[in-house]
């Protein structure tokens, strides 16, 4: 099993930055592909981004494209979504999630196994 854990949500403006964290333990050398999707109030859960365990291959929305970078820290088990020119469209729950497959599609939220419980983010206009 692997426990995820977010932080780094909060208030900020349009225009300003945020960046996310997402803790990973237990098994985590059992994970693949670390992803970041978000929900807004009244609206599915959509993908953002996500990178590849081993050999940091990431992948963006293309709303996010130019503005957010994902990296991680393999010594820390943590991945950091860097959010810069935020709108106030990108307020929303961010969950971190775990796949555990090599599946080739990053974006489908069915092949994520793994779960943290969200943080918020809010951009004021």
């Known amino acids: 099993q692997v426990q995820l854990v977010e932080s780094g949500g909060g208030l900020v403006q349009a225009g300003g930055s945020l960046r996310l964290s997402c803790l990973a333990s237990g098994r985590t050398d059992s994970v693949y592909t670390m992803g970041w999707f978000r929900q807004a109030p009244g609206k599915e859960r959509e993908f953002v981004s996500a990178?590849?365990?081993?050999?940091?291959?990431?992948y963006y929305t293309n709303s996010v494209k130019g503005r957010f970078t994902l990296s991680r820290d393999n010594a820390k088990n943590t991945v950091y979504l860097q959010m810069n020119s935020l709108k106030p469209e990108d307020t929303a729950v961010y969950y971190c999630a775990g796949d555990r497959e090599p599946h080739a599609t990053v974006d489908a939220q069915h092949f994520y196994d793994y779960w943290g419980r969200g943080t918020q983010v809010t951009v004021s206009s």
């Open positions: 990178i590849r365990w081993r050999d940091s291959d990431t």
